[in-house]
């Protein structure tokens, strides 16, 4: 039982200097013992000095510089050793029960994932969650498909298989990776407790001045190999639900655009809750 609830964190980084310490500290500081941290440095920084010493921290490097996320994460998919595996960005946090809850799930029901709690960085606003007040249990496609922020589960490393998350794109890769998934395993299991920060920050690539526009062409491209006969890893009987998922997030963006606000989070809750 205590051997199928290994976990393999996967952590991006790319000058990462500044943050990456209380990050990993999160990790360290779970309750759950069972897991190895992969940093998969992107750039020239040796990130190992900043680090605390923990033999079940490793470090791989892209090989490149600037490679991006997607580079990253498959490096770290194609090292991980434990049978589950969950991804962590180097400027996020865990709550200290974030695996014990998750880890026993996912083995459960191949895919598990909690409530994620957002909050800024040097901007003074309050901390929100994806959901209010979710009902805790199994959900499909469609429910995880109306979030348009990343969804941080953890998986089965069988339900992964050969799974990778797609190079080209620098902006929703993740949500390919994730619903791709989620749409073969035919739904997750939520604990609507709050288990991870994702940290907001200004000025970075998914909050830039042209983080709008790279929504626009990531959302394009995607919907254009879907409509073109690659699945993505979708499985064909749900391609024409992935293209709806996908179309409403590129409409969604559109509508952010032309509303002139500041802040996606809450025009996004908004949105869900109104269209």
């Known amino acids: 039982m205590e051997e199928s609830l290994g976990v393999s964190v996967i952590m991006p980084a790319y ?47 892209t ?64 901390c929100g969650s994806y959901w209010k007040d979710p009902a805790e249990g199994w959900h499909d496609l469609d429910f995880y498909g109306r979030v348009s922020e990343s969804l941080w ?42 288990l991870h920060e994702y940290w907001i920050r200004p000025g970075s690539l998914s909050r830039s001045a042209a983080s709008a526009d790279r929504a626009e062409q990531a959302y394009t491209w995607i919907l254009a190999r879907l409509r073109e006969g690659d699945p993505l890893f979708f499985p064909p009987p749900l391609i024409e639900r992935a293209i709806a998922i996908f179309e409403k997030r590129r409409n969604t963006n559109r509508a952010f655009i032309e509303s002139g606000l500041g802040d996606f989070q809450s025009f996004e809750t908004w949105h869900r809750a109104h269209v």
């Open 153 to 194: 589960p953890v998986y089965r490393r069988d339900l992964v298989g050969g799974t990778r998350f797609q190079e080209p794109l620098r902006f929703a890769e993740e949500a390919v990776f994730n619903l791709s998934l989620i749409a073969r395993n035919e739904g997750a299991y939520l604990c609507a407790q709050s």
């Open 15 to 61: 000058e990462a200097a500044d943050t990456i310490r209380e990050t990993v500290d999160s990790v360290v500081a779970q309750r759950f013992p069972r897991w190895e941290l992969l940093v998969v440095a992107d750039d020239d920084i040796d990130y190992a000095p900043l680090l605390p010493p923990d033999a079940r921290i490793l470090f791989l490097r």
């Open 63 to 126: 090989g490149g510089r600037k490679a991006g996320p997607s580079v990253a994460r498959n490096a770290g998919l194609d090292s991980a050793h434990q049978p589950l595996v969950t991804f962590l960005d180097s400027d996020d946090a865990w709550h200290p029960d974030k695996l014990s809850r998750l880890a026993p799930l996912a083995r459960e029901h191949g895919i598990a994932l909690d409530n994620v709690r957002f909050c800024y960085r040097h901007v003074k606003r309050p």
